[in-house]
């Protein structure tokens, strides 16, 4: 159980477009996921954290409009990077928590976005 | 503020040999700790984690980690290594029960024959 899906699990596009990156909880309800970004070789940083039904809580530094998130539902939020540009070629992992009790973060497989 | 060191980058173990990774935290109150693993391309996997209670925590895969309060050091243990253990390993500390997870910069595992 407990397991966090991620789509695309890569995605090339041209710099100027929008990708959108999909994270799905499969088998629980997730009122928490979290978007974090992974340079190669670092570690990683948290971008925001993502509230059902309620606007992205985004880490300082991070632009929220060009990092859109979306937690539509308790199963899916979503990452839109906007007018993409090389700069933002990265790794792009997301993580659940099911309930506000709950303490273990499960963690998507990832996404890696290259922008030419 | 919190953070969390991991002093190694990289260990190179034989295969079968014991294996420790080192963890520093600073953190004001009592942590929750917890220690990942991650395969090249992939998401991280839990390895184990400690929130409170006996300080010697046993996880997946034969790992094991102890907590140790007057060193602020919770480090991964594994008395002998697989070729598959080769990956990344990541520690974090957490605040509130997981909510905006500190990680370390990760020790990159390396198993030779």
């Known amino acids: 159980g407990a397991v966090v899906s991620q789509h695309p699990s890569w995605v090339i596009c041209k710099s100027g477009t929008s990708v959108k990156i999909e994270c799905r909880s499969l088998?629980?309800?997730?009122?928490?996921m979290f978007w974090y970004r992974q340079f190669p070789k670092q570690s990683l940083m948290l971008m925001a954290t993502s509230n059902e039904g309620s606007k992205a809580t985004y880490e300082q530094g991070v632009e929220k409009d060009k990092f859109l998130i979306n937690h539509a539902s308790l199963t899916l939020s979503t990452l839109t990077v906007t007018s993409a540009h090389p700069e933002d070629s990265s790794f792009y992992i997301c993580?659940?928590?099911?309930?506000?009790?709950?303490?273990?973060?499960?963690f998507g497989p990832g996404t890696r976005l290259t922008v030419l | 503020a919190q953070s969390v060191t991991q002093p190694d980058i990289h260990i190179t173990v034989s295969e079968g040999a014991s294996l420790e990774l080192r963890c520093n935290y600073s953190y004001g109150a009592t942590p929750y700790l917890f220690w990942y693993v991650q395969s090249p391309g992939q998401g991280l996997q839990l390895l184990l984690k400690y929130f409170s209670g006996d300080t010697l925590v046993q996880g997946i895969k034969g790992f094991e980690a102890e907590f140790k309060r007057s060193q602020s050091s919770f480090n991964l243990r594994k008395p002998s290594v697989h070729w598959s253990d080769a990956a990344e390993y990541f520690c974090a500390v957490a605040h509130t029960g997981g909510f905006k997870t500190i990680f370390g910069a990760g020790t990159r595992l390396f198993v030779k024959a």
């Open positions: 088998d629980f309800q997730a009122t928490t």
């Open positions: 993580s659940a928590m099911m309930g506000q009790a709950t303490d273990t973060q499960y």
